[in-house]
């Protein structure tokens, strides 16, 4: 079973807060200072969870962040959850939709002739929030 962690983004502050905050079934969001509940914005303010998996370097990966995978294939893409899975949404340089990879570390590949299982792995390369344009330059340069 994975931990279950956040982190909150402030986008006035472009920073990662620090704290202890619960997320209301509302989807409100309450900071607790000195055991005390105090309601913060959720207009300045972006939740990102845990997926449960590390990088190649021991670093979690969260919802946003930018990761390089290598296994069969190699990638860049952003951390997305969609369909109930944790996923990376990877816009080839080629094509203007994008194609989406599940987060695991093993995956199976099987074309009707083949099937084989291969290790995937990952490495963080930064955040769509501390650097917003980074996922388009790596894009630039698969070119």
């Not at 402030?10 to 005390?36: A, F, T, V, Y």
């Not at 972006?46 to 930018?66: C, F, M, P, R, V």
């Not at 969609?82 to 995956?107: A, G, M, T």
């Amino acid at each position: 079973m994975r931990d279950i962690k956040f982190r909150l983004w402030c986008s006035n502050n472009k920073e990662w807060e620090r704290g202890e905050w619960l997320i209301r079934q509302d989807g409100s969001l309450i900071e607790m200072k000195l055991g005390r509940a105090v309601p913060i914005s959720n207009k300045n303010h972006l939740i990102s969870q845990y997926t449960g998996l590390k990088d190649k370097n021991e670093i979690e990966i969260y919802e946003g962040d930018i990761v390089k995978t290598t296994g069969m294939i190699e990638s860049v893409g952003k951390v997305i959850f969609k369909d109930c899975e944790f996923c990376i949404e990877v816009k080839p340089w080629y094509s203007k939709r994008p194609n989406y990879q599940r987060l695991k570390n093993k995956e199976n590949y099987n074309d009707g002739k083949s099937s084989f299982e291969f290790d995937k792995t990952f490495e963080v390369l930064g955040n769509v929030y501390d650097s917003p344009n980074l996922l388009d330059e790596l894009i630039e340069l698969e070119k």
